[in-house]
Nanobody, 127 residues
């Protein structure tokens, strides 16, 4: 059974940086394309960033571009989300997700495509 465990959330001040981590176990990590999503209270879960199996290809959504990025370390079975200049509107529960893909360069940005999800890590932003 594939398991995903996020960490790195907590209380941050607006303008600070944070790095979220997600460790994957139960299968070969490099077989999975990975993504980050977030969900604020009363809102739909939304896409934040995605990365291919190899890590060579990735995509971040507009509200992250220029201040954040996604990366992965296949030797550590871990995917990261780095966000700089955090804003109050970034407050949410952040989830990582995994989906098996044959194509090394595949990036998956649609929520319903993902097979496995973590429990989420809460990010709270003080202004």
């Amino acid at each position: 059974q594939v398991q995903l465990v996020e960490s790195g959330g907590g209380l941050v001040q607006a303008g600070d940086s944070l790095r979220l981590s997600c460790v994957v176990s139960g299968d070969t990590f490099s077989n999975y394309a990975m993504g980050w999503f977030r969900q604020a209270p009363g809102k739909e879960r939304e896409f934040v960033a995605a990365i291919s199996r190899s890590g060579a290809d990735f995509y971040v959504t507009d509200f992250v571009k220029g201040r954040g990025t996604i990366s992965r370390d296949n030797a550590r079975n871990t995917v990261y989300l780095q966000m700089n200049r955090v804003k109050p509107e970034d407050a949410a529960v952040y989830f990582c997700a995994a989906v098996r893909r044959i194509n090394l360069g595949a990036i998956v940005a649609t929520r319903w495509s993902y097979e496995y999800w973590g429990q989420g890590t809460q990010v709270t932003v003080s202004s």
